[in-house]
């Protein structure tokens, strides 16, 4: 089966990936840095692959994006970064981070805290936030 191959740069690290669909690379346009050979490439397990269908979900670039999180999180576990499948937001100088199943409301709370709380609330990341652990042993949220 043919893939589209890039290279994807995420918090300063560089990941061969290897897409089934052409479109999936236009929603992670803003980490693509260039293509790839698509040699020792991440893409979606076969298994996950094998789930999506009983979700009543069609398989195409956009479930490979959601899929795709999922194994971009796994490579990037041994740098310390991980990607959630939550919403991110920030008050002050501190992250916070809300998990929860798809379509429960993450994002939605973000917009009522802003709208309860004018200024005091930003969205970091509305989905999939990148945690990272840093040196100093901190967790940045992007």
């Known amino acids: 089966m043919r893939t589209y191959n890039y290279t994807l740069e995420i918090d300063g690290i560089e990941l061969s990936c ?6 999936t690379a236009t929603l992670f346009g803003q980490w693509i840095i260039g293509s790839a050979d698509g040699n020792g490439a991440i893409s979606v397990p076969e298994a996950d692959w094998k789930f999506w269908p009983e979700t009543g979900k069609q398989m195409d670039a956009l479930a490979e994006y959601s899929l795709f ?4 999180s796994t490579a990037l576990l041994p740098r310390r ?20 199943k798809p379509g429960v409301g ?7 805290l802003q709208e309860y709380w004018p200024g005091e609330f930003s969205v970091i990341s ?8 840093r040196d100093d042993g901190s967790v940045w949220v992007c």
Do not use: E, M, W
Request: aromatic residues 8%.
């Open 18 to 23: 290897a897409f089934l669909y052409p479109d």
């Open 69 to 72: 999180s999922g194994a971009v």
């Open 81 to 100: 970064r991980c990607i959630l499948h939550a919403a991110a937001f920030r008050r002050g100088d501190r992250a916070y981070v809300i998990a929860a």
């Open 106 to 112: 993450k994002s939605t709370q973000i917009r009522n």
């Open 126 to 133: 509305g989905d999939r936030p990148l945690l990272a652990v």
